[in-house]
């Protein structure tokens, strides 16, 4: 079956720094990948997803790509804010069928520091 | 931007009681979900629903599990009987065709 991993826990950094949360999945189709953020008692908003055409998105500063040789959707952003303290979560959906239920990885909690 | 409604944030219950949680999706979304999350693991697909049908559901929405939505308004989740292994919070969702899903803040749900 589908599989999300993200292989960080926590990610501690300064502000300033730049961002990089890992995330690899397996899967039989060829799915379309997202990330999601999560702030502390809100609910999950999605952040990224990817494209078809293979172009990269981007928002509020993040973009991902997706390598499909590698099986990754690693999320970067050049800078980290204070407000980009969150927990974000990996996800796939297979791009076949009328089913688009979300797969998740197990999530990244991201500190951003002073 | 559009909205998911949970209620309640929070619920209590003794092992056995009967629980529904509820879910108010995006006004004209038509695609619903339900998630489990256990405290320190990841979010699960437990099932979802268009049409006024279950389209598919997981491994994890056992028999006690059932879901509805009377009178198109809110969409919700039955556990009759709870068990101890219920405990988690319970993410609904709501998309349109295909689209990005919605997600509400999520019914932490505690079974004694």
């Known amino acids: 079956g589908d599989s999300v991993t993200q292989t960080e826990g926590l990610v501690t950094l300064t502000e300033g720094l730049p961002v990089m949360l890992n995330c690899t999945y397996q899967?039989?189709?060829?799915?379309?990948l997202f990330w999601y953020v999560q702030h502390l008692n809100e609910a999950p908003k999605l952040l990224l997803k990817?494209?078809?055409?293979?172009k990269r998105p981007e928002h509020q500063g993040f973009h991902a790509t997706l390598h499909k040789s590698s099986s990754s959707f690693h999320l970067q952003k050049s800078s980290a804010q204070l407000s980009d303290s969150a927990l974000y979560y990996c996800?796939?959906?297979?791009?076949?069928?009328?089913?688009?239920?979300?797969?998740f990885g197990q999530g990244t909690v991201l500190s951003v520091i002073p | 931007g559009p909205k998911v409604l949970q209620i309640p944030s929070h619920q209590i219950i003794d092992m056995g009681q009967m629980v529904t949680l509820n879910c108010d999706p995006v006004s004209n979304h038509l695609y619903f979900y339900w998630y489990k999350q256990i405290l320190g693991q990841q979010m699960e697909f437990l099932v979802n629903?268009?049409?006024?049908?279950?389209?598919?559901k997981s491994k994890l929405f056992k028999d006690q599990f059932s879901v509805e939505r009377p009178d198109g308004s809110y969409f919700t989740l039955k556990i009759q009987p709870t068990a101890l292994e219920d405990s988690a919070v319970y993410f609904c969702?709501?998309?349109?065709?295909?689209?990005?899903?919605?997600f509400g803040p999520g019914t932490r749900l505690t079974v004694l």
């Open positions: 990817s494209f078809t055409d293979n």
């Open positions: 996800a796939l959906s297979a791009a076949t069928g009328g089913n688009n239920k979300l797969t």
């Open positions: 969702a709501s998309s349109l065709w295909q689209g990005e899903q919605y």
């Open positions: 629903f268009y049409n006024g049908k279950v389209m598919e």
């Open positions: 899967s039989t189709y060829s799915p379309f």
